[in-house]
């Protein structure tokens, strides 16, 4: 069957009329992959699959929600659109709106975008203004520009973002047969946990199922739902959650209970190390944010809070090709030899 975006394979799920022409780059439909090699390392005694959302156009998940809030603006006769972003709302609200043939604008924190989201922002055509402070601060700005003016917002804040997001949930069943007892992602702003318990909630009452319990993970540097309270200046290797203030908090609380679920948090040096574990057992190069599901899953490994009953969904938000001076940092760099075979070799150390 061809495929056609998540508009048009979920549009009874979505607040879009059945006549809409979407605006799409053929998002979603994403690889769900069993991943055994992660789980013997890991020791876990669970299921383990990763929701590759890398895979998407532009390299992230917000794709899925950018093609309904852009169809939503188009059809509302919008000619421009906003966002503040940590680097992959930008990418795909450029992405999008050059499709539909729209302005994008886009607001962010100087100096603290993967170079590979920045490129891909402005090679899309958006006017790209920096600021000289943080995500939150650009989100007040943007926040206040689509109350005095006609651009519209496409944020997280924008709820057809989340309704386009919210079409993981329903692949993930689809591809399991039923919802995982578990799902572990990254918590940024708290829109993808908002949107993945609003899309298993809703998968529920339309066809019946079970619901898994919710597993967020923000950075220890940027973790203010794990706190209560907010980060004025976070920090974190992972830039895609480096937010202090996350617009969906109290929906991200709510998924959390409403689940019987956690909202925890790991360090630096443990995304890292997860990034580097994901790529070399399963062959997946996700970004350090997204790294965090994984970091988080062994957190709670080492726990005892797994059984082998369980199945753990990881959704890997983002693709490392974003983001190749934090992946380069610190790893071991490439062997020299000059052009001869002996050399080679010699290097190669078969024995
Ligand atoms: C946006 C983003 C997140 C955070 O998602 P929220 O909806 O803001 O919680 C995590 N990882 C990546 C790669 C992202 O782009």
Known sequence: MKYSGVITRYLEHLPLPKDVEPVTLLEGNTPLIEADNLRRELKAPC????????????????????TVAITKAVLDKAEAVICASTGNTSASAAAYAAKAGIKAFVVLPKGKIAIGKLAQALIYGAKVIEIDGNFDEALTIVREVGAKTKVVIVNSINPYRIEGQKTASFEIIENLGVAPTHHSLPVGNAGNITAYWKGYVEWKEKHGTTLPRMLGFQAEGAAPIVHNRIFEHPETVATAIRIGNPA?????????DDSGGRIEMTSDSEIIAAQRLIASTEGIFCEPASASSVAGLRKLVA?????????????????????????ARGITPPLSAKPVLADVLKLMDLN
Request: glycine letters at 12%; a positive charge; aromatic letters at 12%.
């Open 47 to 66: 299921k383990i699959f990763l929701k590759f959302e890398g895979a998407n156009p532009t390299g992230s998940f917000k794709d899925r929600g950018m």
């Open 248 to 256: 969906s908090w109290k929906q991200a609380v709510q998924a959390r």
């Open 303 to 327: 726990e005892s809070y797994f059984t082998g009953k369980d199945t753990v969904v990881c959704t890997l938000t983002g693709n490392g090709l974003k983001d190749p001076d934090t992946a």
